[in-house]
Nanobody, 119 residues
Framework: DVQLQVWGRLGAGWGSLRLSCAAS????????LSWYRQAPGKQRELIAR???????EYARSMRGRFTISRDYAKNTAYLQINNLRPEDTANYVC??????????????WGKGTLVTVSS
């Protein structure tokens, strides 16, 4: 099984936020970590995805203020959100998928972390 631990840290002046997602457990070397969010009353949407090889993809609407990165040694993905806006208010969820091994295709969801941005 794979566990996903999520935490966040506000940037100086609180105009930015960095979310962290650490994967532990039976994590295969080939995997992808993603961030999703679900705003109140809306469907969950993909923000960005990063594979173990460093390949990234972003939802078109998320390009610009969102940056996904990864610490391979710690098996941790980060989501940097700059210029926070009230419309960023949502439950942010980390997702992992195995891309190799006997558990190929297995997906794991972390507990969401609620981010509330007020004007």
């Amino acid at each position: 099984d794979v566990q996903l631990q999520v935490w966040g840290r506000l940037g100086a002046g609180w105009g930015s936020l960095r979310l962290s997602c650490a994967a532990s457990g039976n994590v295969f070397s080939e995997n992808a970590l993603s961030w999703y969010r679900q705003a109140p009353g809306k469907q969950r949407e993909l923000i960005a995805r990063i594979t173990n090889s460093g390949s990234t993809e972003y939802a078109r609407s998320m390009r610009g203020r969102f940056t996904i990165s990864r610490d391979y040694a710690k098996n941790t993905a980060y989501l940097q959100i700059n210029n926070l806006r009230p419309e960023d208010t949502a439950n942010y969820v980390c997702h992992a998928v195995q891309l190799g091994g006997k558990d190929y295709g297995m997906e794991y969801w972390g507990k969401g972390t609620l981010v509330t941005v007020s004007s």
